[in-house]
């Protein structure tokens, strides 16, 4: 499907808000424009005839119960994408403190791989233009909806794929090839992160879903290429050297998260 001018524009700076919390940013990514479409790979989004869109609203209705618990609060927390933020939720999981000043070239690295990943979920979102969950079912949602507008088009934004999800799994990911020893806790984090979504009451659950596909499969691509490895080199080695001086994390608090992302939600 060929984009509109203003759509694409409206798209691209989406993606810079996201990414960066609302700075602007114009340097590029690791893909060439029109290298990869990952719309082309995702399946569809559920309509109404699909048993995932009553699945979707079956699991919106049951996860509004849990407004004003600590997994609530965790889902208002990771509603925040800029690189500290993100760092921060990465830090119990990664077993020392990340932050952009004691890690730029890790900052940097995954800067550039979600200028592509979730770049080409907020393209796929055009292609499937799924309402969000709220605006069909009617429920509380953990972060203004006022965050959530296409301001462009004077319109809400759209559902599937979810762009925090990927940008969590981008960092997920990323964080994984440069620390696989720490990989399972670090992916347990970023599926919570994800989940964190569907808890807010912000994305559906399949919304949430693409979005880890959306990722994991433009992270394939991204993966391939040399500027990504090399840059990949340099943020082991730093955060290598990070291991030896940098701090722990607070045992308490890595403790209560770890409860928090393994809570069954559905029970």
Avoid at 9 to 19: D, F, P
Avoid at 26 to 43: K, N, Q, W
Wanted: charged share 20%; hydrophobic share 40%; net charge positive.
């Amino acid at each position: 499907m060929v984009k509109s001018r203003p759509l694409l524009s409206c798209m691209v700076l989406s993606l810079a808000w996201l990414i960066t919390g609302g700075a602007s940013d114009d340097r590029d990514g690791f893909l060439s424009p029109g290298e990869f479409d990952v719309a082309t790979v995702l399946e569809p989004a559920p309509r109404r005839a699909d048993p995932r869109y009553g699945a979707d609203r079956k699991i919106f209705r049951a996860t509004r119960a849990l407004q004003g618990t600590p997994r609530w609060q965790l889902a208002t927390n990771d509603t925040k994408t800029s690189a500290a933020a993100m760092m921060q939720n990465f830090s119990c999981a990664a077993g020392i403190e990340l932050t952009p000043q004691a890690a730029p070239k890790l900052a940097e690295l995954v800067r550039r791989a979600s200028l592509d990943t979730v770049g080409q979920t907020s393209l796929a979102k055009g292609v499937f233009a799924r309402a969000r969950p709220f605006l069909i079912d009617r429920g509380p949602v953990c972060q203004p909806v006022q965050e959530l507008l296409d301001r462009k088009h004077n319109r809400m934004s759209y559902d599937y794929p979810s762009g925090h999800t990927t940008l969590g799994w981008t960092w997920a990911l990323v964080l994984t090839a440069v620390m696989p020893e720490r990989g399972q806790q670090i992916l347990a984090r970023g599926r919570a992160y994800g989940e964190s979504r569907f808890v807010c009451g912000a994305h559906n659950k399949s919304a949430v879903e693409a979005g880890f596909q959306s990722a994991s499969a433009t992270m394939a691509i991204i993966s391939s290429k040399s500027t990504y490895q090399s840059a990949l080199a340099g943020a082991r080695e730093e955060v290598a050297a990070l291991k030896i001086k940098g701090a722990a994390p607070t045992r308490a608090e890595c403790d209560e998260e770890k409860k928090l992302i393994t809570l069954n939600l559905f029970h």
